[in-house]
Nanobody, 125 residues
Framework: VQLQASGGGLVRAGGSLRLSCAAS?????????VAWYRQAPGTQRELVAE???????NYVDSVKGRFTISRDNAKNTVDLQMNSLKPEDTAVYFC???????????????????WGQGTQLTVSS
């Protein structure tokens, strides 16, 4: 399953931006969990927000109340609405999805875990 992320850019502190991630494949697939991660220069990739298999929504403490993750099962998309942006939100943002896929000519499904290519968010002070 391929993930295509979009929506990054340059924004002033206090502004808003929406990231989108679209999943696609020639094979039939079902997404069970989605997430957004970010990685700033010199740091490890961190989980920002997720919708788990059970439907629970979790956020890293630093974005609670400011970011909202959502998914559209019909369109196979996951968005991240980011408000009240801060310079420390500057990072490359990656979407992630896991689920099951029925490959062409296969007789059963298999698990997948895919990453988008990353989209840069820069928040100026």
């Amino acid at each position: 399953v391929q993930l295509q992320a979009s929506g990054g850019g340059l924004v002033r502190a206090g502004g808003s931006l929406r990231l989108s991630c679209a999943a696609s494949s020639r094979s039939m697939f079902r997404i069970t969990a989605v997430a957004w991660y970010r990685q700033a220069p010199g740091t490890q990739r961190e989980l920002v927000a997720e919708i788990t298999r059970g439907g629970n929504i979790n956020y890293v403490d630093s974005v609670k109340g400011r970011f909202t993750i959502s998914r559209d099962n019909a369109k196979n998309t996951v968005d991240l609405q980011m408000n009240s942006l801060k310079p420390e939100d500057t990072a490359v943002y990656f979407c992630n999805a896991e689920g099951t896929i029925m490959l062409i000519a296969a007789t059963r499904t298999q698990d997948f875990n895919s990453w988008g290519q990353g989209t840069q968010l820069t928040v100026s002070s």
